[in-house]
């Protein structure tokens, strides 16, 4: 087998173990598939392009992996799972909290219209702008520095996702959101349970909240 055709098994195998894992988990999500268009976005994103050089072989395997400065690049299970609970449209703007290595900006490209993601770890957002550039994505902008204030030139959002835990959702993210937008955000104390929310403002302004999935992520950090 070819190279490429080694790589998109590979892919095939994992967009496999996503969907079984969805199903495994369906009384979480309240359902057992998630969007096409997600598990389209993911079987077109090239994961080996996002992790260290190292840990090529397992680019595939539907588990986290590290990408330095003690971060890591989320599981694809959770990836899919996120970018599926903000229903996105074709044109929607999409605030991401947390760039990381920018795999899941780039799944989140696929399918909105644009792709505004902050970090604040400065090596880690340069890295990710400049891998996300080169595979060509036109529709993804970058910003250095503390992500709990969101990126409010940009806004409003249609949906806003943060892939790091925080203890409560940053009031600014839920002011940055549009009427009608969703937040998809893993809430909870470091070393307690996290849970991963769902947001929704709805046309009047008014905020839900609802827990969907126990997760463990990194902490969204002050600073
Ligand atoms: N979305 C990433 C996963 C990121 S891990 C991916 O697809 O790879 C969480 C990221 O959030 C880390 O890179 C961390 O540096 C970043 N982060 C943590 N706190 C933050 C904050 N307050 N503002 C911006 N980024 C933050």
């Known amino acids: 087998m070819t190279e490429k055709g080694k790589t998109a098994a ?3 195998a994992m967009t496999g173990e996503i969907a ?3 199903c495994d ?3 979480f999500l309240g359902k057992d598939s998630l969007d096409p268009r997600v598990m389209a976005a993911l079987d077109r994103v090239p994961r080996e392009a996002f992790v260290p050089e190292s840990r090529r072989d397992a680019a595939y395997f539907n588990i ?5 400065h003690g971060q890591t690049i989320s599981q694809p299970y959770i990836v899919a ?14 605030l991401e909290i947390g760039t990381g290595c920018g795999y899941q900006a780039a799944v989140l ?19 990710a702008a400049r891998r996300l550039g080169a595979l060509g994505y036109a529709n993804i902008s970058f910003r250095i520095g503390d992500g ?17 835990a925080a203890e409560s959702a940053p009031p600014a993210l839920i002011e940055q959101l549009a009427p009608g937008g969703c937040m998809a955000i893993p809430i909870g104390r470091q ?11 709805d046309a009047a302004g008014r905020v839900a909240r609802r827990g969907v999935l126990p997760v463990a992520f990194v902490p969204l950090v002050s600073g």
């Not at 996120?82 to 929607?92: E, K």
């Open 10 to 12: 590979a892919r095939a």
């Open 20 to 22: 079984q894992e969805v």
């Open 25 to 27: 988990t369906a009384r």
């Open 64 to 68: 986290p992996l590290p990408i330095g």
């Open 81 to 94: 799972v996120m970018t599926d609970m903000l229903d996105l449209r074709a044109n929607a703007r999409v």
């Open 109 to 127: 490209a696929e399918i909105a219209g644009h792709v505004y993601t902050v970090e604040c770890v400065a090596e880690l957002g340069a890295d």
């Open 148 to 164: 709990r204030a969101g990126w409010p030139e940009h806004a409003p959002y249609d949906a806003v996702i943060v892939t790091a």
């Open 191 to 201: 070393g307690e349970g996290q849970e991963l929310c769902l947001l929704t403002k």
